[in-house]
């Protein structure tokens, strides 16, 4: 069944109503027809069956038949603080966190960074994340889009870090997995968690420095050197599994 996100102004009393690009998709590439069911979310984890009753020229009229309980968000919210990557590779760190289940996504200006965002140009990049990290909510049937930050420096990451209940920290310097596994069974009670990826290259030494001189957890994810696209989708690939298992245990 196809999946669309609205706005929660989008839902009146039992009828929602789908505009702009999410209507066009479904009237001129799906040609979708009345009658037809899909599943609206609200980007809210409250999801809708819905029945479409009208097609207009520039909406569409839903009938809203049940609402659905939604079990498939992770109990923690994870946030990636990701240094920014050459070329593309940010669309495809996007694509597959927001699959495996990140909360949100912050860009770090980081000084091994290679790629240097102005204001404009980090705009532009960040409705681009955004279009890509609905694309992957729709598709892994999210219950939320996933948000894309503007990039930050740094000390700003640091700030936002304060607010986490648990961070993590992949390092290659980081001693063995017995440390990692003794954090990865200790996730309960972690409502907000962070994960902090460096980019090609690495922390610079003042980076991990400052991120050791915190409470954030030094981690290591194996013997192998992990690509900067591919640290992140391991560790929170692990973090779901645990998130799950706990969840079911419950």
Same mark, same amino acid.
């Given at each position: 069944?196809?999946?669309?996100?609205? @706005?929660?102004?989008? $839902? /009146?009393?039992?009828?929602?109503? +789908?505009?702009?690009? %999410?209507?066009?998709?479904? !009237?001129? #590439?799906?040609?979708?027809?009345?009658?037809?069911?899909?599943?609206?979310?609200?980007?809210?984890?409250?999801?809708?069956?819905?029945?479409?009753?009208?097609?207009?020229?520039?909406?569409?009229?839903?009938?809203?038949?049940?609402?659905?309980?939604?079990?498939?968000?992770?109990?923690?919210?994870?946030?990636?603080?990701?240094?920014?990557?050459?070329?593309?590779?940010?669309?495809?760190?996007?694509?597959?966190?927001?699959?495996?289940?990140?909360? @949100?996504?912050?860009? $770090? /200006?980081?000084?091994?960074?290679? +790629?240097?965002?102005? %204001?404009?140009?980090?705009? !532009?990049? #960040?409705?681009?994340?955004?279009?890509?990290?609905?694309?992957?909510?729709?598709?892994?049937?999210?219950?939320?889009?996933?948000?894309?930050?503007?990039?930050?420096?740094?000390?700003?990451?640091?700030?936002?870090?304060?607010?986490?209940?648990?961070?993590?920290?992949?390092?290659?310097?980081?001693?063995?997995?017995?440390?990692?596994?003794?954090?990865?069974?200790?996730?309960?009670?972690?409502?907000?968690?962070?994960?902090?990826?460096?980019?090609?290259?690495?922390?610079?030494?003042?980076?991990?420095?400052?991120?050791?001189?915190?409470?954030?957890?030094?981690?290591?994810?194996?013997?192998?050197?992990?690509?900067?696209?591919?640290?992140?989708?391991?560790?929170?690939?692990?973090?779901?599994?645990?998130?799950?298992?706990?969840?079911?245990?419950?």
């Amino acid at each position: 069944m196809y999946r669309f996100f609205v @706005e929660p102004s989008q $839902v /009146k009393d039992n009828h929602i109503l +789908v505009e702009g690009a %999410d209507m066009n998709h479904m !009237k001129h #590439v799906l040609r979708m027809r009345v009658g037809d069911v899909v599943t609206i979310s609200d980007g809210q984890q409250k999801d809708y069956r819905c029945i479409i009753k009208t097609i207009m020229e520039e909406e569409i009229l839903l009938d809203i038949e049940t609402v659905v309980p939604t079990t498939n968000e992770l109990l923690s919210k994870i946030s990636l603080f990701q240094g920014i990557p050459k070329k593309d590779k940010m669309e495809w760190i996007i694509q597959k966190t927001v699959e495996l289940g990140i909360w @949100e996504i912050i860009p $770090v /200006k980081m000084k091994r960074c290679v +790629v240097k965002l102005d %204001d404009k140009t980090a705009g !532009k990049k #960040v409705e681009r994340w955004e279009a890509i990290s609905e694309a992957a909510a729709k598709q892994s049937k999210r219950s939320i889009i996933p948000t894309i930050q503007l990039p930050v420096g740094f000390k700003d990451m640091m700030k936002q870090l304060e607010k986490m209940d648990l961070v993590l920290v992949p390092y290659e310097n980081a001693e063995g997995m017995a440390y990692t596994r003794t954090i990865l069974g200790q996730l309960k009670g972690a409502k907000n968690i962070g994960i902090v990826i460096g980019p090609e290259g690495g922390f610079d030494q003042e980076e991990i420095n400052h991120l050791m001189a915190t409470e954030a957890k030094i981690i290591s994810l194996g013997r192998r050197i992990l690509r900067t696209e591919t640290a992140g989708m391991t560790l929170l690939a692990n973090l779901m599994i645990q998130i799950e298992e706990d969840n079911d245990g419950n």
